[in-house]
């Protein structure tokens, strides 16, 4: 099951941000956003996307940057925070 | 512009103080357009429900709301409902505002706070609240009423101005952040313009005023209602983050 979770956030990731890479290739921990190695390198205008396909994909309105940037640190930190307002 | 006859849903222009003046006047030509007019009032319910009458009179669709911008409770409301009846806002036009015109050194903090969280605090709430509708509908058209006071600098309006030209840099800003999404954001500048906000001002003011406008008249709110309607159509989707000023070309 959180395998299901992870596999849905990465697939998100990739549809809602028009990504040209395979979902799995996304590594659990990386950091989505800035400028670290490994990371996806996403910026502001991604993280607005973000917000909007968490939304749309699991019904979780995030309301303020504080909750979105921990949320969005990582594809785990983004499952997370979804176990958790599911909760 | 506009496509109230097909099967798309009919887009919906939210304007905030459309009671009488420049908003009421935004209002009935956004109708005109084909938009559903959402004319907010504070407390005049009975210009805005004659300017909804009005438009529906003339075939087209609009409602009167109360709704205070410097009240959190009413625009969440407003934006709640909007969003359940008809998915949301499309265009935005932030027009409400005050004056309570003073000397600085003797201004009550009243009268500065009433007048910046009433145009640029009820612009950032109303706006807050619409947004994430346009962005996920990927359109949207954001007209923040700004005026000349944002570059004229006159004496007496120190709280006005710091408002107005704040809503100058907001535009900016925020058309940064959204173009991406197809949503424009810009600011009408009027000059003096015949209505009730200035009806106070003495025959000698305004000679003396008049002397600086190159087209040698006051403006009505035809003439900014038309550039409004302007802004919100397909046709000025590249035009976003800047200020337009409609002020007979004032020199000053």
Redesign the interface.
Known sequence: MPDDLKKRVKELIVRQLKLEMDPSSIADEAPLFGDADGGLGLD??DA?ELV?GV??EFGIKVQDEEVGVKAFASVNALCDFVREKAA | MNSPNSSARTRVALVTGASRGIGRAIGERLAADGFHAVLTYRADAAGAETAAAAVREAGGSAEAVKADVTSAADIEALADRLDREREGVDVLVNNAAVLKNGLFALMPDASWNLVIDTALGGTYRMTKAVMRGMLRRRWGRIVNISSLAAFSGSAGQTNYSAAKGALVAFTKSLAAEVGAFGVTVNAVAPGFIDTEMISFLTKEVREDFLKRVPVRRFGCPEDIAPFVSFLCTEGAGYLTGQTIRIDGGFVG
């Open positions: 502001s205008i607005l909007l939304e749309k």
